[in-house]
């Protein structure tokens, strides 16, 4: 007989979005050298354009500044590429909107703060620590990750078993090609983040 569920080997391409950017701009300045929207693009295989926007946002809420500009190319009339210094050094990627002023906690993150702070707890308890998340929100979060071990669900209670750090953990989905003759995820698939 065989079992309900098949463990199979995946490889799957998560995005690492501005957090990744952030990361990636964290151990540019370690080098301590400054450094362009380039070599951001270069170490996380995105657009040079989304490290740009990035880089924007985080230059008008003061985290970045622009230090000196290259010449692209061999002169001419050719644009030029900011280079860039961190001027401020938080943990974790600032939340910006397009204009650089910071965003408030996502619900996952006020979520993930609160399960850390109360360890034993229901949805409802986490909705009176964060007020502004739906109780839908809370119990699917939390159902997601009893799914995934890192709480321990009996009933309605739940207990926070292992604490991953400062950063939320994310729900996300992906679309797989699955060959059951094989037991093999066949090429490759890019998850995305979904709402709790």
Not at 5 to 25: H, Q, S, Y
Not at 30 to 58: C, E, H, I, M, Q
Request: hydrophobic content about 45%.
């Amino acid at each position: 007989m065989r079992p309900l569920l098949d463990m199979v080997k995946l490889n799957l391409a998560v995005p690492r979005g501005e957090a990744g950017f952030w990361t990636v701009i964290k151990e540019l300045d370690r080098l301590g050298r400054p450094w362009t929207a380039n070599d951001v693009s270069r170490r996380t295989n995105v657009s040079r354009r989304l490290a740009t926007r990035y880089l924007r946002k985080l230059r008008l809420a003061g985290y970045v500044e622009i230090v000196d500009q290259n010449k692209v190319g061999n002169g001419g009339g050719l644009p030029s590429e900011n280079v860039f210094t961190l001027v401020k050094k938080p943990a974790l990627a600032p939340r910006l909107a397009a204009d650089g002023k910071e965003l408030p906690e996502s619900a996952k993150e006020q979520l993930w703060r609160a399960m850390k702070m109360i360890k034993i707890f229901g949805a409802a308890d986490l909705v009176g620590a964060c007020p502004d998340v739906p109780l839908s929100t809370a119990r699917n979060y939390a159902c997601a990750l009893a799914a995934a071990g890192i709480l321990a669900q009996n009933g309605h209670v739940f207990r926070l078993v292992r604490n991953l750090g400062n950063q939320a953990p994310k729900v996300l989905a992906a679309k797989l090609v699955f060959d059951p003759n094989a037991k093999v995820v066949v090429g490759h698939s890019v998850a995305r983040e979904v709402s709790p």
